[in-house]
């Protein structure tokens, strides 16, 4: 398969709702993340999604919208809660979960009978949804398990050949994908955290919001699990090298990295690190996928990462970073 190079130009963007409305794949800018989109309504098309990836058939999308009214389409009931986070957080980086229609295909939920529904705030995948007339069904847009891409060059180092189009636009803004809270309880739960943090969804809805308890905490061993929610893997995001976060106060960690990497050299290993400062929470969820991404393209044998404290959007990226180690910690 030859796939296209497309601009973000209104030209361009017509081309690619039209391979959308024909059961193609199109890549396309968010500010989260680039996602992988098909016409989420079109079983056969969400399927390609899955083997475009080789992601697992259990692993739920996110379908993307243009409007509120695309609400009533994929869901049987809007509750005001649901209506005070739209209004606070959208077009924007959350999804929330909500019960299913019967028009949503199985294979865009994954087969739960819940669907994860979010409007990005991207201006480019606006006018696609827009000018495609389809809700569209977009997980991340890369190889399944490998750090989701924030370029379109990322997108076309693992998926050229694989999809019908990319559009080329600039940068996504957050780097890390979007909160997921599931609205389909008495209590909301945030079933993946992203910018938006827990103490943003309580000051919006003026309750508490609690955190999947799995979130940030190695899983035991054997224990079945059913994502609800994209992202949840135990082992996610994950570069080619071997990855291992150092935890604690900041001068040992620095000194413990340092160490690591000088045996790690002399054995004639190549070493990559990635630290951030505790206040730059922000900059590492926009460049913790590219850092990744960057040592892959350096074949890095190993990564070595200091941890951000685990709270706001700290909490957030350390999820990735957890994941992409395979929860490899070192306490120093």
Not at 272 to 286: G, P
Request: proline share 6%.
């Amino acid at each position: 398969m030859d796939t296209k190079r497309l601009n973000d130009t209104t030209e361009d963007i017509d081309i690619a709702a039209g391979i959308i409305r024909d059961g193609g794949l199109v890549a396309f800018p968010t500010e989260t993340v680039y996602g992988l989109g098909a016409d989420a309504l079109n079983a056969e098309a969400v399927a390609a999604i899955y083997a475009a990836k080789g992601r697992p058939s259990d692993n739920p999308t996110i379908v993307h919208i243009s409007s509120i009214d695309d609400m009533e389409t994929l869901t049987y009931k809007v509750t005001e809660e649901m209506r005070t986070l739209m209004d606070a957080f959208w077009p924007g980086p959350m999804t929330m979960i909500v019960v299913r229609r019967d028009i949503v295909p199985n294979v865009t939920t994954g087969n739960l009978d819940t669907v994860g529904i979010r409007m990005p705030d991207n201006q480019v995948a606006q006018e696609l949804i827009r000018r495609s007339g389809c809700v569209i069904a977009a997980p991340s847009a890369n190889i399944s398990g490998k750090p989701s891409p924030t370029t379109a060059q990322h997108v076309m180092d693992d998926l050229e050949g694989r999809i019908d189009a990319v559009i080329f636009s600039d940068p996504c803004r957050v780097g890390i994908e979007s909160s997921v809270i599931d609205m389909t309880g008495d209590v909301p739960m945030i079933l993946r955290p992203g910018i938006i943090t827990q103490a943003d969804f309580e000051k919006a809805l003026g309750k508490p919001v609690v955190l999947d308890p799995t979130l940030n905490q190695k899983p035991e061993p054997g224990k079945a699990f059913k994502p609800k929610a994209p992202g949840m893997k135990y082992r996610h995001y994950a570069p080619k090298a071997e990855m291992i976060i150092f935890e604690g106060e900041y001068e040992n960690v620095m000194a413990a990295i340092d160490e690591e990497r000088l045996q790690r050299e002399a054995l004639g290993q190549r070493v990559n690190v990635i630290v951030f400062n505790e206040n730059e929470e922000k900059a590492a969820a926009h460049e913790i996928f590219a850092r990744l991404r960057k040592a892959d393209k350096e074949n890095a044998d190993v990564i070595l990462a200091a941890a951000l404290p685990e709270q706001g959007v700290g909490f957030s990226v350390m999820n990735r970073m957890l994941k992409s180690a395979g929860f490899n910690v070192r306490k120093v």
